[in-house]
């Protein structure tokens, strides 16, 4: 009787050690499988292909130059994007385009939103598009919570360009708060686009986006472009929110550099945080622009937050200031035709007023103990970062430990080291078993 009394005990007590050892994800992320769009043939803007999945999204890679457009927001994975680094989700997505197949199309997002897109390249193509050429239009959407990881040249619409001296490539209206890893090895890592490449007479143009991630790469790291490489181009009315790192040299707020006479960034804004370790700081966090030769690349009517005494405008020498202001501590006097003032939020391109964020510089926190001092939501569109609710079109996704507070009413989610969600029930099958070895236990103790 003894002896059957302490098997019991053993195996209680195992079983209960068995359920509370966690569990580490090792699985890799699988790549999408492309599948056709069934509506529409892709041979001009009216008779665009219709996207409204993953899987529609991926099968651009196979016919490069015709046209698109998203007809409903996409979700290729879900969970947290900040902890794709060392744990894969689902589904992995393959850049469409590369170096010599480029994509020459058109995708007009119509203001839907791609969200959870993971992209892990062992090369330097890390990117919604590997790689575009002449004519390619990208317009009008958004990607959040997503993971773009590469080496060098690491952007979240595009990561480089390959145009001819004849040719165009524009990009606008895009909002992206996506994590940016193109290593600490390679050159190029930009909010938007990661480098220019092909011929320096390319004509590039860039307008009205924000970005409000991170971006992290070894050289060249730029809120908006990271590595222009001496090509020809306008950016205009961007805006960086994000946190830009270069792990050894150029870091500036708008393009990580530039050598070209005549590349223009014009009506743009960095409050983005600037980081760069390279000593001295001599090619380090530059505010709109790094340049480290004397062909005067053009910066006018800019904008700029000091963050800290030690940022530096390494640019002065070097580039053609036409206007460049602080705007800290006074963002209400800035004026320019093409941005909209909103309550409570700094200025933002009004191209994209519809689904571009509030700013998480002007926004409340609240939590379930406090009262509702949550600033108005202009355009039912909020997006609050550093861990806080982000929400795009009436879709919020939730990071972990924070409050969510959605048509008046506040939900706390609270969530475990891994990411999972825990409640009261996760714990009552092993505390279960270890209270029953405990009886057991003594019941074995009195019998002796």
Not at 93 to 100: L, Y
């Amino acid at each position: 009787m003894k002896r059957t009394l302490s098997l019991i005990l053993m195996l209680c007590m195992s079983v209960s050690m068995i359920i509370v050892i966690p569990m580490t994800a090792s699985a890799e992320a699988i790549a999408i499988t492309a599948e056709a769009p069934t509506t529409g043939d892709g041979l001009s803007a009216a008779t665009a292909y219709e996207i409204d999945t993953a899987a529609k999204l991926q099968w651009m890679s196979e016919d490069l130059d015709a046209f698109y457009k998203l007809t409903a927001d996409i979700t290729v994975n879900t969970g947290d994007a900040t902890t794709w680094e060392t744990t894969a989700p689902d589904n992995l997505f393959t850049p469409v385009g590369a170096w010599n197949t480029q994509f020459t199309g058109q995708l007009d997002g119509q203001g839907y939103t791609i969200s959870g897109l993971y992209i892990n390249v062992t090369g330097d193509s890390g990117g919604l598009f590997g790689c575009v050429g002449d004519g390619v239009v990208i317009t009008n959407f958004a990607i959040v919570n997503s993971y773009i990881a590469s080496v060098g040249n690491g952007g979240s619409i595009v990561s480089q360009t390959q145009g001819t001296a004849t040719g165009t490539i524009s990009i606008s209206k895009i909002y992206s708060d996506a994590i940016i890893n193109a290593g600490t090895t390679g050159n190029g890592g930009g909010g938007i686009i990661g480098g220019l490449s092909g011929d320096a007479a390319t004509a590039l143009t860039v307008d009205s986006c924000i970005f409000a991630g991170s971006v992290t790469v070894k050289n060249y790291a730029g809120g908006i472009l990271g590595n222009g490489n001496g090509h020809d181009g306008t950016i205009s009315n961007c805006l960086n929110l994000g946190t830009v790192t270069a792990t050894y040299r150029y870091s500036a707020g708008i393009v990580g550099r530039n050598d070209r006479a005549g590349f223009t960034v014009e009506s743009c804004i960095n409050v983005g945080e600037l980081n760069c370790t390279d000593t001295p700081d001599t090619y380090c966090r530059s505010l709109i622009i790094s340049n480290s030769t004397t062909k005067n690349p053009i910066v006018n009517n800019c904008y700029y937050t000091t963050l800290d005494t030690a940022t530096r405008n390494c640019t002065e020498s070097n580039v053609n200031l036409t206007i460049i202001k602080n705007l800290y501590g006074t963002n209400a006097t800035v004026t320019i035709e093409t941005w909209t003032k909103r309550a409570d939020d700094i200025m933002i391109p009004t191209a994209i007023t519809a689904f571009a964020p509030v700013s998480s510089l002007f926004f409340t926190i609240t939590d379930e103990t406090t009262e509702d001092t949550t600033a108005e939501e202009p355009d039912d569109t909020t997006v609050a970062l550093d861990d806080t609710t982000v929400k795009l079109d009436d879709t919020t996704v939730v990071p972990n430990n924070t409050t969510v507070k959605s048509n008046d009413t506040t939900v706390a989610v609270n969530t475990n080291d891994e990411g999972c969600t825990c409640s009261g029930s996760s714990t009552l099958i092993p505390t279960l078993f270890l209270l029953i070895g405990g009886a057991m236990f003594v019941f074995i103790k009195k019998k002796v």
